[in-house]
């Protein structure tokens, strides 16, 4: 099974992929490890995609959390078994967001990259209450569901989440 998670900041995307992984035995990969490096540095490109790449390469059975258009995306798309769009209402993304902060402030998260210590700051709060969650950006992730019908959901609360699981 191979599975993409994709979605808004704080819709449990990395969350998902852990439960995913542990119940299927697939291989789970945070996009976010391997887009920054240390200190919430970007990755090059060309370095990054080559890790992703080697990562499909070697696993027959994956789970991938994190959006990143110009990682393998078409790639990731297309060999997914399944599509999962996490889209939560903003208060619910922010709340979850805060409550991440909270948990683990002052430290990395497994789903971060090494040395990237949870934060969150101005910048953070306006892209999750509005620029990650665009008009534009929904109409993209819907337009996945045209691509890929047959394999692609869309869930917008907690409780589709739970069903769907």
């Known amino acids: 099974m191979k599975i993409a998670i994709l979605g808004t900041s704080g819709s449990g995307k990395s969350t998902l992929a852990q439960t995913l992984g542990r119940k299927s035995g697939a291989a ?3 996009l976010d490890t391997v887009h920054f490096l240390p200190g919430w540095v970007e ?3 060309d370095e990054e995609n080559a890790l992703v790449r080697q990562f499909l390469d070697t696993h027959t059975s994956w789970v991938i959390d994190g959006n990143y258009t110009k990682t393998c995306y078409d790639r990731r798309m297309a060999e997914a078994d399944q599509i999962i769009v996490l889209w939560f209402g903003r208060f619910t993304c922010l709340r979850r967001v805060i409550a991440r902060w909270w ?6 998260r497994s789903s971060s ?3 990237c210590e949870e934060k969150i700051d101005l910048d953070f709060i306006r892209w999750v209450l509005y620029q990650g969650r665009s008009p534009q950006k929904r109409e993209q992730m819907l337009r996945l569901g045209q691509q890929y019908p047959e394999k692609f959901v869309f869930l917008q609360n907690q409780r589709q989440l739970e ?3």
């Open 28 to 30: 789970v990969l945070h």
């Open 43 to 45: 990755r090059p490109p």
């Open 103 to 108: 948990a683990n402030r002052g430290r990395v």
């Open 113 to 115: 990259a090494p040395g």
């Open 163 to 165: 069903r769907f699981l």
